[in-house]
């Protein structure tokens, strides 16, 4: 069962179905990916230089918006996206 799916038959919010998503999934998940980049993206950029960064962080990109589409609300899945941006623009 998917992680969405799980959420909103526990919610007992009939205003707000995604509530438990976003409180305890969507939220954990953008944060846990904001941490990792900004530790990743300086160590890798130091360490391989500007070029190969920028093929870095055009991966990284592409493997976020693929891992959005599988795990998060799809109306939604630009945010993680956004802070793959975000943290990768240094």
């Known amino acids: 069962m ?10 007992s919010d009939c205003e707000d179905k995604l509530k438990i998503y976003r409180d305890n999934f969507e939220k954990a998940y ?17 360490a391989n230089g500007v070029q190969n960064y920028m093929r870095y962080a055009d991966q990284k990109l592409k493997e976020e918006e693929q891992r959005a ?13 956004e ?4 943290v990768l623009s240094l």
């Open 69 to 81: 589409s599988r795990y998060l609300e799809t109306r939604r899945d630009s945010k993680s996206v």
């Open 30 to 46: 953008l944060d846990a990916t904001q941490s990792f980049y900004r530790a990743k993206a300086p160590e890798y950029l130091d």
């Open 2 to 11: 998917c992680v969405v799916c799980f959420a909103v038959n526990l919610s």
């Open 83 to 86: 802070v793959v941006c975000v």
